[in-house]
């Protein structure tokens, strides 16, 4: 085949690129989106997309890789929306580009849907692999909607200029057609949470700098022996990073427990292991606090917020948890005291079940406790002095 076939599911069309393509495609070149989360060239002219063009119809000739350009109606017109390609080497794999005015009307996954449909069956693919630089949120959303199972990161393995970066990377088998193929994980929603005295929401970028502090606090390395020394901005850049990640993987949602006044990061709280097949609708609680948020009430108050959150049912905006535990070191005292705060009952204490410490050099027991989504849990009591 040396020319793209038309495919169409109605609303998205892939067709062969034409001269009529160009401004949408120098739109593209020089969106900042593009520029952040690509190596396309932003100072290409007219003449470089042009020449583009005969490369892709250089490509098709070659049945080594299929480009096509993705129409979609804009105020009733058919117009530019972007570009799909598959490729056979160096692995069978899939990109995708799409306009700014294209973006957030669920586009790209239909292209995606077409074009891995027609890979599968009509080019005899084997498998379609994805990757992106680590977190391009909005590529994964994409391929995640489409049913591609994420297969990990991979550290510095895609160039961005004169670095490397690490990758997202997913990958996508022959089977039931792409378009009625369900997502591989359920994505979780992040809503904001308003709680007692604390307001829960999404990490941002203005939290680094008190995240590093929390994470090279004494007494957060005293008791928590995954954290690394020192935690520095990386640690934090990775962390923000992955949020949404593991929200897409079904495996937990994480807060910022931020003052309700200034919005100031006080510590973080999240409901993990939620994608655990053992317990499908079960989960664990982590939290932590700054230094200079403890003693007021904040983690116990966030504990409680989410803890309800996490027990109301999906149709009803929450996460549909029927049990969720809590984990800490039998010397833990503040901790512990947040569980029982929030109504969470001690069920286990295995021996020598952790380390913590300095240099994580203290075998201790672990306290383990439970909540069930029918225990009761305990009304608000306003700021309990002492507690983290």
């Given at each position: 085949m040396t020319v793209p076939p038309v495919l169409t599911d109605g609303v998205v069309?892939?067709?062969?690129?034409?001269g009529s393509d160009v401004p949408g495609m120098l739109e593209v070149y020089r969106d900042p989106v593009v520029h952040r989360w690509t190596s396309l060239d932003p100072t290409s002219g007219e003449g470089r997309a042009r020449e583009w063009i005969d490369l892709a119809r250089r490509r098709w000739a070659t049945g080594r890789h299929h480009v096509w350009a993705v129409e979609a109606a804009c105020d009733r017109r058919p117009r530019y929306a972007g570009s799909i390609d598959l490729r056979r080497d160096p692995l069978p794999s899939v990109g995708y580009l799409l306009a700014p005015w294209a973006r957030g009307r669920g586009?790209?996954?239909?292209?995606?849907?077409?074009?891995?449909?027609?890979?599968f069956d009509v080019a005899g693919f084997a498998a379609l692999h994805w990757d992106c630089r680590a977190g391009h949120v909005a590529s994964w959303r994409v391929a995640h909607a489409c049913g591609f199972r994420f297969e990990g990161v991979r550290t510095r393995a895609l160039r961005a200029g004169d670095d490397l970066v690490d990758a997202?990377?997913?990958?996508?088998?022959?089977?039931?057609?792409?378009?009625?193929?369900?997502?591989?994980?359920?994505w979780w929603p992040h809503p904001v949470l308003d709680g007692e005295s604390v307001r829960l929401r999404p990490p941002a970028g203005a939290d680094?700098?008190?995240?590093?502090?929390?994470?090279?606090?004494?007494?957060?390395?005293?008791?928590?022996?995954?954290l690394p020394v020192p935690y520095t901005d990386d640690d934090a850049r990775r962390w923000l990073r992955d949020h949404p990640l593991e929200r897409s993987l079904g495996s937990g949602v994480g807060w910022v427990i931020a003052d309700p006044d200034d919005d100031r990061y006080l510590g973080t709280v999240s409901v993990f292991g939620t994608d655990r097949a053992y317990t499908p609708t079960g989960g664990e609680v982590g939290y932590r606090a700054h230094p200079d948020a403890r003693g007021r009430g904040v983690v116990s108050a966030a504990v409680r917020?989410?803890?309800?959150?996490?027990?109301t049912p999906v149709a009803d905006g929450g996460m549909g948890r029927h049990r969720l535990q809590l984990g800490a070191a039998a010397d833990n005292t503040a901790s512990r005291r947040v569980?029982?705060?929030a109504g969470f009952r001690l069920w286990g204490r295995p021996r020598a079940d952790g380390v913590h410490g300095t240099e994580n050099e203290i075998v201790d027991d672990g306290v383990w406790y439970d909540l069930l989504a029918?225990?009761?849990?305990?009304?608000p009591t306003g700021t309990v002095g002492g507690a983290p």
């Open positions: 069309t892939l067709r062969a690129h034409t586009l790209a996954s239909r292209a995606l849907r077409l074009a891995a449909d027609w890979g997202w990377t997913a990958v996508l088998l022959p089977g039931t057609p792409v378009a009625d193929r369900p997502p591989a994980t359920t680094l700098a008190r995240h590093v502090e929390a994470g090279n606090d004494p007494l957060a390395r005293w008791w928590s022996a995954t917020r989410v803890v309800r959150h996490a027990f569980a029982e705060r029918t225990d009761p849990i305990p009304a």
